[in-house]
């Protein structure tokens, strides 16, 4: 069976294009020695089909050592995305009444085309700048993808 053109491996092949990038920022930026990044998409795109919403993300990556925090920024992380996920806005995007009980109230999220990334263990600018990085790396992977498959004479995704 084939996959669809958004998958773990594309989703590891973009994020590993812009690690370096945000390695590099976060020492540059003195933000601190830790950061969560989530990696998941609209659930139009990304069904969770009874997983739990942490098991349904593509990818979950720690940068240094997250319970360093004073907060518990893999949870921050993972409430930024979910909460992205569900409204399909940016957290910086959701109103007010938008917000469930027990979700975070800290921006660090985008949706880009459809892909979300949240991030957490900086300011919330910073998480934001650095989810938009991995998002759009996403999305210009899926675009080549795309463009490979119509250059094979693909009609179908997954040919």
């Known amino acids: ?24 920022a976060l020492a540059e930026l003195k933000q601190g020695s830790s950061l969560v990044l989530v990696v998941s998409a609209i659930e139009t795109i990304n069904p969770r089909d009874g ?11 720690e940068f240094g050592d997250p319970s360093k925090n ?13 909460i992205s996920v569900r409204t399909g806005k940016a957290t910086r995007d959701v109103r007010p009444q938008e917000l469930l009980a027990g979700e975070t109230l800290k921006i660090g999220s985008v949706v880009v085309t459809g892909v979300v990334v949240g991030a957490s263990g900086t ?10 990085w991995v998002a759009y790396a996403i999305q210009m992977y899926c675009e080549l993808e795309v463009a490979a498959m119509r250059d094979r004479e693909a009609n179908f995704v997954g040919e």
């Open 1 to 24: 069976m084939s996959q669809p053109v958004l998958n773990r491996t594309l989703v590891l092949t973009a994020f590993e294009f812009v690690r370096p990038k945000i390695e590099a």
């Open 51 to 61: 997983r739990s919403f942490e098991e349904s993300c593509y990818l979950i990556h």
């Open 123 to 132: 300011k919330g600018v910073i998480d934001e700048m650095i989810s938009g």
């Open 70 to 82: 004073d907060d518990p920024i893999r949870d921050i992380a993972l409430s930024k995305t979910e």
